[in-house]
Every structure is written in structure tokens, then in C-alpha cells.
């Protein structure tokens, strides 16, 4: 862990040695005036960038203007390294969820349009945000899923679903998610695994959804949408024999009938059940 913590903040480090703050020079945030008050446009202009709540970034992120608009392509530069912070520090985005941190480096109406990042930036800007995506995956896989016990069932769900939104904030940069299924792969921890387990038991039948969402090649983040080809490569990654296998593994070096055999089992279970179909 602490591995993955020091890259973390190197690559913070990185981005705000690479991104330039912004000379406001008097002038307010370019903000939607419908989404975003005065006042708050105001102060992510007034306030220094790595003092910036996260209620102005939400703010900021959740304002309906264009990349192309006045400065804005600039200001996305001057506060990206503070997002890249508030999301190693797990900070709650309430409004826009973590899925749209990045949404203003990827293609469509609150992006660049027909582009994305890697279309308009230097290379040194795009690598400062590649080394931040891989250091922010790999920290989020070494961070084990938390488990409860649902009252009234008995069933062990997870608690949160952090791997796929972070997989589906990638996927909205317009970054092939190929690399990070990679690394998913090749971390043969067991918070690794938990995490395929969490990934799949959000797609299970089950009380409150009584269908199986991986058959019809899906996942249940609603933050997919326009990104289907990236949703279904993770599908695709994830219903495959090796998957199954490394499962079933986990489940075997684990202390039967523990939460997490229970919730491993279940997982490979599904996969199998998916595969013999």
C-alpha cells in the first residue's frame, strides 16, 4: 500500500508541476450563469487551486458549458491537478458522482466535442494524466471492497461499487481500458479478486433487480451510457474462463464459510454459470 500511495502523490505532484495555474486577472470561472451562482464562479477563480473545495469542483464539474468556450479549455488545465487530488483523498463528488471527475478530457457536450485530450494536449500533459490513471487504478485495486450482511437475507453484498466507477470515469477520458484490465490481471492479491466479486454481485439477481445483467453483456453503473464499447470490453474481460478460475483459487486459499469464500464463491458461481450457458 505504501507503494501505491507514494505513486500517487508523485503523480499529483507531477500534475501540478505540468498544468499552469490560470491568470484570472480579475475575471470569474467560465461557468454555466444557470448551473453554477456568481459567487462560486467567483471563488474558483479567487480561491488558490489547491485550496479548492470539493463543493467548487462539483460546482465546476457540474456547470453545462463547452471546453471551447473563452478560456475553458485552459481552465481545465488549471484545475485538474486539484480533481486528481480530491480523488486520491476519496473525496464524495454527491452531484456528478467520481464517473464524471474527468468528463471534461473526453469527447461530447461537456467535453471537447468531436475530440478528447490526447487530440489537443502536449505530450507531457497527456502522460501526466496517464501516470495519474494508472497510479489512482492500481491504488483503488490494492484497497479490499468493504463487505455487510444485508438484514432479513443474509446475503454478503458490497458496499460500494469504487472499481467500476473508476473503470467507467477512465472509459469517459475516451482511454481504452485494455491497459487497466491488464494490471487488474496481474495483481494476484486477494482486494483484486474481491473487487471481480464486487463487480459481478452488483450484476446478480436479486431481490431488488431480478435479472442478470452480465447476460445481457452490462454492468449496473448508469454512467456507461454513450461508453457501451468500453462497458462490454470490461464484460467481455471479465466472463472469460481465467477470470473464473482466478475465483475460484481465491475461494480455495480463503477460510471456508468466511464472508469473503462466501462472496468469492458466488462470483465464480455466476461466471460459470454464464460460460456453460
Given amino acids: ?64 458549458h463547452h471546453v471551447s468556450e473563452g478560456s475553458a479549455a485552459d481552465e481545465v488545465r488549471h484545475f485538474l491537478p486539484r480533481i486528481f487530488e480530491l480523488l486520491a483523498a476519496n473525496a464524495r463528488f454527491r452531484i456528478c458522482g ?39 487504478w492500481t491504488d483503488t485495486l490494492a484497497r479490499p471492497p468493504d463487505l455487510f450482511r444485508r438484514a432479513g437475507t443474509g446475503e454478503w453484498l458490497f458496499s460500494d461499487d469504487d472499481v467500476e466507477a473508476v473503470l467507467c470515469m477512465i472509459a469517459r477520458t475516451d482511454t481504452d481500458l485494455a491497459p487497466f484490465l491488464s494490471l487488474w490481471d496481474a495483481d494476484p492479491a486477494l482486494a483484486a479478486s474481491l473487487h471481480m466479486a464486487a ?23 448508469a454512467h456507461w451510457e454513450r461508453h457501451e464499447a468500453a462497458m462490454r470490453q470490461v464484460v467481455d474481460w471479465l466472463v472469460d474462463p481465467r477470470r473464473r478460475d482466478r475465483l475460484f483459487a481465491a475461494v480455495m486459499a480463503e477460510a471456508p464459510g468466511s464472508p469473503q469464500a462466501i462472496v468469492l464463491a458466488e462470483a ?6 454464464l460460460l456453460s450457458a
Avoid at 5 to 16: F, P
Avoid at 107 to 125: I, M, V, Y
Wanted: a negative charge; aromatic letters at 8%.
Fill in 98 to 136: 467520481k464517473e464524471l471527475a474527468l468528463i471534461r478530457l473526453g469527447r461530447g457536450p461537456l467535453g471537447w466535442d468531436g475530440q478528447n485530450f490526447r487530440d489537443c494536449w502536449s505530450k507531457a500533459e497527456v502522460d501526466a494524466v496517464d501516470r495519474f490513471l494508472r497510479a489512482y
Fill in 199 to 221: 463487480l459481478v454481485s452488483r450484476t446478480m439477481i436479486r431481490e431488488w433487480h431480478p435479472f442478470a445483467l452480465l447476460e445481457d453483456r452490462r454492468l449496473g453503473n
Fill in 268 to 273: 465464480h458461481d455466476e461466471i460459470d454459470r
Fill in 1 to 64: 500500500m505504501a507503494e501505491t500511495d507514494e505513486a500517487l502523490g508523485q503523480a499529483i505532484r507531477d500534475a501540478y508541476a505540468v498544468f499552469p495555474e490560470v491568470r484570472w486577472r480579475g475575471r470569474s470561472a467560465t461557468v454555466c450563469a444557470c448551473c453554477v451562482s456568481a459567487q462560486a464562479a467567483r471563488a474558483l477563480a479567487t480561491t488558490r487551486r489547491e485550496d479548492l473545495s470539493c463543493e467548487l469542483i462539483e460546482a465546476y464539474l457540474g456547470s453545462a
